[in-house]
């Protein structure tokens, strides 16, 4: 009877214990073997991941969650840190889906990278990041949570940054870093808030006492957090600079992991939100703005890595949108899905860019069909599986956020962005899919293309079989917490499949008119706005660091000599004082004989009425 | 080379550069022919001005067209400067003075390079102070012209600054 939660907690612990077990042997400074990273990273990674599906099975079965309390860590009498780690129905179905995608990753690097002399430091930066994205999804209290998501930023920076040789690769990283630190003053203020007011930091105590606050302030803080977390409009450049980074890292950070922390963290604090009206309408309009804005410049990039990186962003704006819905359990549902074709298209495409000799523009690539078919499939499975077709993984996820989008009585503005947004995705997936696989190639006769490589091979074959199958097993699996709307007009039950038929359409006629015999450059001027991605960067990475450099010379040069030395003290009342004498004497002008004669004129008019 | 561009450079500079970014925009090929084709044809019809002042005007007008014409993000080959993989090997090269800090166990694995290496700067150090000479001689009162260095012109002599040449890393380091 009590062994089902002895079980579960035993497997999760020696799941956590199984990754971090090449963690610690590295830190014996006798050198690795060159196939450590192999043999013994990706050995571990896939064994936590069958050990932690034992768990899911227990909560499929019987529905246990656990709260483990491990280590009483700071505690004094008012206020209590624990290491306390979580495993609800978020948490347990998360940890299997990552570590699935990172045991895929991971044999998919151990090709990619296998020309760096540095690979068992690489392996050994992603499994830390593994783990830190672990602690933070299963983390009981907000400690925990920001000792996982400040890990998983300095992870990111470390790993988009790996070839650091290249100056682009460090600004990127930097500015990863930079927009996270952003978002993190709103985790720490959420923080600092439940700390002074609740008096914990357990999420538990928070849920129990956020009745009786008005919890507008710390929910905020949290939006921000997500939104810069997870690269939401305003705080959204570092994602597509992040494609500077080797492709592993983007597929495993920038898309199917790291990025989903800020909608996890609004997912896992979802009830404080529920009843904030404010707060959920933030997070719709901010994800549609986001989705249209992320899928517009989508439209026109030519980076291979660049466009899925923005495919990314709008999912991730999607995600917010349903947690303005109220509709946690859609968002993790589409976390989970989207992980699976996300990582495998990032996957295809690093295959695709290693067997084109470091080739990542689509303007050079095409008719992969015949030379990778396999890639060249499974690239076209996950695009189909991102547009949500009909019974794929994404359709699952995505059309019930849409129809509960449509169903909802909210904000019908950010209904239009998010369809237009859906039929762009179209639009920009068979971009892809038609300059790379279709047409005849367009890049120089290199090497032979090859597929033979079952370290290529098996990774991008298990996430496509994910990419079918994964939102059947989950819908049936695990039923909705909330139950959706079941009738709804003919229409609205259509209006993403019709979207993206749409969207799929006019992206065909489109591409056919490619190869015709029009003007060469484009006549709207949207072009340009969309390839440079809304002049957003070119604006705020030149116009903040400008102010800030100003108010700084101000301050050094101006603000105690001129101000307080000056301006406050002796030329301030100066200047005071010369306008007021000016003001006063402007009107005297020294006209001494008119004054008297006035004088006199006006003292015996006077005397007269008085003697009258 | 002098300091200004010859009329002739500044043009093809501007055919390559139009060429590229026309072919930024028709990304398929036969489309690309085309249209570069008649790019051609535009710049063949006035090659025969002896004008200078009409050529240098049209010059400019040909700069004004491609300006408003350019593509926003051209395509650059992923090597050259400004590509997706330039510099990327750049962390993984290691400048050749490390090598003098190997310890000799590790140098024992490698003997006759390492012998050959002592004459090699034995040699390099007698050539240092004829090298500086020659520098010192050659380069211009107000700084060096360009980056280019001059070849030995003594017989016997070695060229400056050979040894930075000679123990460069390699492009793709392994």
């Known amino acids: ?612 | 080379m002098a300091a200004y561009l010859t009329h002739q450079q500044k043009v093809l500079r501007l055919y390559k550069k139009s060429l590229r970014h026309l072919e930024s925009w028709c990304i398929f090929r036969d489309k690309y022919r085309f249209y570069a084709c008649l790019l051609r044809g535009r710049f063949d019809e006035n090659k025969g001005e002896k004008d200078m002042v009409k050529a240098t005007k049209m010059l400019k007008a040909g700069e004004e067209e491609f300006w408003a014409n350019q593509h926003p993000q051209p395509y650059l080959f992923p090597d050259s400067p400004g590509g997706t993989s330039y510099e990327r090997y750049e962390c993984y090269k290691v400048p050749e003075w490390c090598l003098d800090h190997w310890h000799p166990s590790e140098k024992a694995q490698y003997p006759d390079y390492f012998a050959k290496r002592e004459q090699w700067k034995k040699l390099r150090a007698q050539s240092w102070e004829r090298e500086v000479q020659q520098l010192q001689e050659e380069t211009p009162a107000d700084g060096p012209k360009s980056e280019a260095l001059p070849p030995a012109r003594r017989e016997g002599d070695l060229p400056p600054l050979w040894w930075q040449y000679v123990t460069r890393p390699r492009e793709r380091p392994m």
């Open chain 1, 1 to 612: 009877m009590y062994m089902t939660p002895m079980m579960l907690s035993s497997s999760l612990v020696l799941t956590l214990n199984i990754l971090l077990y090449p963690l610690l042997t590295a830190l014996d400074p006798t050198p690795k073997k060159p196939q450590w990273a192999s043999t013994h990273v990706k050995t571990a990674v896939s064994t936590a991941f069958f050990i932690s599906l034992i768990p899911l099975m227990m909560f499929l079965d019987q529905g246990t969650e656990s709260i483990m309390i491990n280590w009483h860590w700071m505690n004094t009498s008012t206020f209590d840190i624990n290491i306390s780690f979580k495993f609800d129905h978020y948490s347990l179905i998360f940890t299997p889906i990552a570590l699935f995608v990172s045991w895929s990753i991971l044999e998919f690097a151990s090709w990619y990278m296998h020309s760096d002399p540095y690979m068992n430091r690489f392996f050994k930066y992603l499994l830390l990041f593994l783990v830190a994205m672990i602690v933070l999804v299963t983390a009981n209290n907000m400690f925990q949570l920001f000792i996982g998501w400040e890990g998983v930023g300095i992870m990111s920076f470390l790993l988009i940054g790996w070839w650091y040789g290249r100056s682009d690769a460090n600004t990127a990283a930097l500015q990863a870093v930079l927009y996270n630190r952003v978002g993190d003053i709103g985790l720490i203020l959420s923080m600092a808030w439940m700390a002074t007011n609740m008096n914990s930091w357990e999420i538990q105590q928070i849920f129990f006492l956020s009745k009786d606050f008005n919890m507008t302030l710390p929910l905020l803080g949290l939006i921000l957090a997500a939104t810069g977390k997870s690269a939401q409009f305003g705080l959204h450049p570092w994602l597509p600079s992040a494609m500077e980074g080797p492709t592993p890292v983007s597929a495993l950070l920038h898309s199917s992991t790291m990025v989903v922390a800020g909608i996890f963290l609004l997912i896992r604090l979802h009830p404080l939100m529920e009843n904030n009206q404010l707060a959920l309408t933030t997070c719709l309009c901010l994800g549609a703005l986001t989705t249209l804005f992320t899928a517009t410049c989508a439209l026109t990039q030519n980076d291979i890595k660049k466009i899925v990186a923005f495919s990314t962003s709008s999912q991730l704006g999607l995600m917010m949108v349903t947690i303005g819905l109220n509709q946690p359990q859609l968002a993790f549902l589409h976390i989970c899905t989207h992980a699976f074709f996300k990582a495998m298209l990032f996957l295809c495409s690093g295959s695709i860019i290693h067997s084109l000799n470091d080739e990542q523009d689509i303007r050079k690539m095409g008719g992969l069909h015949k030379l990778m078919p396999f890639t060249s499939s499974c690239l076209t499975i996950g695009s189909l599986a991102l547009t949500g077709t009909p019974f794929l993984a994404g359709f699952f996820s995505k059309d019930a956020i849409i129809e509960a989008l449509n169903t909802s009585h909210l904000n019908a503005w950010a209904l239009a962005l998010t369809l237009i947004a859906t039929s762009f995705t179209a639009v920009y997936s068979f971009r892809v899919v038609f300059f790379v696989t279709m047409g005849t190639p367009r890049f120089l006769p290199l090497s032979p293309i090859n597929e033979n490589n079952p370290a290529v091979i098996n990774p991008i074959k298990r996430l496509a079989w994910g990419s079918i199958i994964a939102g059947l097993i989950i819908t049936s699996n695990f039923l909705p917490l909330k139950s959706p709307v079941m009738t709804m007009p003919f229409m609205l039950k259509l209006a993403a499949l019709f979207v993206s038929i749409i969207g799929l359409l006019s992206a065909m006629e489109l591409a056919a008119m490619t190869s015709k015999q029009f003007k060469t450059t484009p006549t709207l001027p949207l072009h340009n706005f969309s390839n440079m991605l809304g002049f957003f960067p070119s604006t705020i990475h030149r116009l903040m660091p400008k102010l800030n450099l100003t108010l700084g010379q101000l301050m050094a040069t101006q603000l105690l000599d001129q101000s307080w030395l000056e301006k406050s003290g002796p030329k301030g009342i100066a200047s005071m004082q010369i306008k007021m004498s000016t003001h006063a004497s402007d009107p005297q002008q020294g006209m001494i004989k008119t004054y008297l004669t006035i004088f006199l004129l006006t003292s015996t008019l006077a005397i007269l009425l008085m003697l009258l």
